[in-house]
C-alpha cells in the first residue's frame, strides 16, 4: 500500500476521485470490512484488500478536500485501521503532517475571508468538506497540537453574531443555498449536524470532555446551545424539533416557514442535534440539560422509516441512539435500542440485495449501523465521522 498526495484538484467523477470518497467510495466499504474482520464474522484478507483499494495510489491533497474526501477521509479510514491493527500505524502517521498543513491552509483562507468581512461557506467550516469535519480527525490523531487549538479557535470565533445589512446574523450563516434545488433568498443559517451548528457544537463538546479547552470555549458552547433553545419547536405527537435552516426573511421575523418535524435523521433532524446538545450539557457538567437532551431524542425514536440510511434514516436514528444511551443515566434510550435493532435487522433482511454500497445512503452505513446492533459496540470507533462520539 503506497500513496502519494497530490495538491491539485481532481475531477471529482474521476474513478480516482470516487475511490476517496467516505461518502460513496471505498473507504467506506473498507471501514464495513475492517468492523467484521473485529467481530470475527469476516476474514482479515477482505479488510486488508479494501483498505489498499482506498488507500494506494494519488491521494487528493488540495484546499476542497475535507473528512468525507481526499487525504483527510484517507487518513480517517487509516486512523481506524490503526485502533486494531499495528501495521496501519505507520500509514496513518505519515499522513498527518499532511493534514496538519492543509489545515493551516484552510484556517489561513478562513482568516483571510474574515477580515474582509464576507459571509462563510458550508465548505468552509462543515462536517462533511470543511474545518469542522478536519478537526474531528484531528480530535483522534493531534489533539493536544497547535493546529487544533487553532482550529477550535476559529469555530469558537464563527460562533459569534456578525453584522449585514442591519441584521445581526450567526456567524455561521452562508449567502448561499443549501442545495440547488431548495433556494433560500439571501443565504441561510443552517441547524443541523452535516453542515451546521449542531455538527460545530458537538466538535466543541467533545474537545471540551477529552480535556482540550481554549480561550472562551464554554461561552461558545453556551452560545450555541442557546440558539437551540431560541429555535427549538414542539409537536405533541412527535416531540421537540428544530427547522433545518433559517432564511433571512425567518430570522428578521422570528417565525419559521416549516410547519412540522422533519424525518428523524442523524444529519439535519432532531437524533444530531439532541446528541450535540447532550454531548454539549455532559462537557459542562450540566446534568439537567443532558436529561432534556435525552428526552428530546426519546421523543423521535417511534415511527416508521421509510429511509435506512446512515445520513437520513434508521441506521442513523439506531446508531445516535446507541451513543446516547451510553452516555446517559436515565434508562429510557437504552430500553428503545432492543426494537430499533430488530427494525433494523428487518430491514437489512428484507431489501434488495443489489443495494448501492456507500456509506451514507446506501447499505454500507445500514450493515455497519447493524454490525453495532450484533454487538453492542463498535471496534474500530468508525462513527466517529458523525460527530456522535
Known amino acids: 500500500m503506497s500513496s502519494t498526495i497530490d495538491a491539485e484538484p481532481a475531477v471529482l467523477d474521476d474513478p480516482d476521485a470516487v475511490r476517496q470518497s467516505l461518502a460513496t467510495g471505498p473507504p467506506g466499504v473498507a471501514l464495513l470490512h475492517l468492523e467484521r474482520a473485529t467481530t470475527g464474522t469476516a476474514p482479515w484478507t477482505d479488510a486488508h484488500h479494501h483498505i489498499r483499494v482506498a ?3 494519488t491521494t487528493d491533497g488540495g484546499q476542497h478536500v475535507g473528512l468525507y474526501y481526499g487525504a483527510p477521509a484517507i487518513a480517517f479510514l487509516l486512523h481506524c485501521a490503526a485502533q486494531v491493527d499495528d501495521r496501519y500505524h505507520t500509514a496513518a502517521a505519515h499522513l498527518d503532517q499532511h493534514i496538519e498543513r492543509l489545515t493551516r491552509k484552510r484556517l489561513s483562507a478562513a482568516t483571510a475571508r474574515t477580515q474582509h468581512g464576507g459571509a462563510a461557506t458550508l465548505g468552509e467550516y462543515d462536517l462533511f468538506y470543511g474545518l469542522t469535519g478536519i478537526g474531528a480527525l484531528l480530535l483522534r490523531r493531534l489533539p493536544g497540537s ?6 477550535l479557535r476559529y469555530l469558537i470565533q464563527l460562533t459569534q453574531p456578525r453584522a449585514h445589512n442591519g441584521l445581526v446574523l450567526p456567524g455561521w450563516w452562508v449567502d448561499h443555498n443549501p442545495d440547488p434545488t431548495l433556494p433560500t433568498p439571501g443565504g441561510h443559517v443552517n441547524f443541523g449536524m452535516a453542515h451546521g451548528a449542531a455538527g460545530i457544537l458537538a466538535l466543541l463538546a467533545l474537545a471540551m470532555r477529552h480535556g482540550h479547552v481554549v480561550d472562551h470555549h464554554a ?3 453556551d452560545r450555541l446551545t442557546r440558539w437551540f433553545d431560541r429555535w427549538r419547536q414542539h409537536d405533541p405527537d ?3 424539533w428544530w ?3 433559517l432564511t433571512l426573511d425567518e430570522l428578521h421575523t422570528g417565525k ?4 412540522e418535524p422533519g424525518r428523524p435523521s442523524w444529519c439535519y433532524g432532531t437524533p444530531g442535534i439532541a446528541r450535540a446538545l ?3 450539557a455532559i462537557a459542562t457538567n450540566n446534568p439537567t440539560r443532558a436529561a432534556d437532551a435525552g428526552h428530546t431524542l426519546l421523543g423521535c425514536i417511534t415511527g416508521r422509516h421509510t429511509d435506512l440510511g446512515l445520513c ?5 436514528l439506531y446508531q445516535t441512539v446507541h451513543r446516547a444511551a451510553a452516555d446517559s443515566h436515565e434508562p429510557a434510550l437504552s430500553q428503545q435500542l432492543p426494537a430499533l435493532a430488530a427494525a433494523l435487522r428487518n430491514a437489512v433482511a428484507a431489501r434488495e440485495p443489489a443495494g448501492v454500497k456507500n456509506l451514507l445512503t446506501g447499505t454500507t452505513g445500514i450493515d455497519l449501523a447493524a454490525e453495532t446492533a450484533r454487538h453492542r459496540d463498535t471496534r474500530t470507533g468508525w462513527d466517529q465521522c458523525l460527530l456522535i462520539d
Open 312 to 316: 437520513h434514516g434508521l441506521a442513523g
Open 256 to 259: 419559521i416557514h416549516q410547519t
Open 238 to 240: 412527535r416531540g421537540d
Open 146 to 151: 497547535d493546529t487544533f487549538a487553532d482550529l
Open 243 to 245: 427547522p433545518q435552516w
Open 278 to 280: 447532550q454531548l454539549a
Open 219 to 221: 461561552e461558545a458552547i
Open 55 to 57: 488507500a494506494t495510489g
